[in-house]
Nanobody, 124 residues
Framework: QVQLVESGGGLVQPGGSLRLSCAASGSIFSIGAMGWYRQAPGKQRELVATFSSSGTTNYADSVKGRFFISRENANNAKNTIFLQMNSLKPEDTAVYYC???????????????WGQGTQVTVSS
């Protein structure tokens, strides 16, 4: 009923940039916060950045000043987020996952949904 489709990952050299996007679609009544998480090999999934429905942003300390999250207001749906990643470092290498709190038309509450993940590799 809900799909979160990510795109924009790839291989980039240290110091380079990438832009990730995530679009939510389906029988969506309302979307709350959306965000990005990442998981490196052998490590737990960690928060990268979030964007609340009221416009508040939050970043992990490790990416502050380098990564920037934004949210597109398509037909007032606010259903697409972006992650602009600059000055990338090898330690940013991970699978990046989109996350969203979504209320369906068929539900009275919000649930958490995840995208399939997109690989980001920073290497020379």
């Amino acid at each position: 009923q809900v799909q979160l489709v990510e795109s924009g990952g790839g291989l980039v050299q240290p110091g380079g940039s990438l832009r990730l996007s995530c679009a939510a679609s389906g029988s969506i009544f309302s979307i709350g916060a959306m965000g990005w998480y990442r998981q490196a090999p052998g490590k737990q999934r960690e928060l990268v950045a979030t964007f609340s429905s009221s416009g508040t942003t939050n970043y992990a300390d490790s990416v502050k000043g380098r990564f920037f999250i934004s949210r597109e207001n398509a037909n007032n749906a606010k259903n697409t987020i972006f992650l602009q990643m600059n000055s990338l470092k090898p330690e940013d290498t991970a699978v990046y996952y989109c996350n969203a709190r979504i209320q369906l038309y068929s539900s009275n509450y919000y649930s958490t949904y995840w995208g399939q993940g997109t690989q980001v590799t920073v290497s020379s």
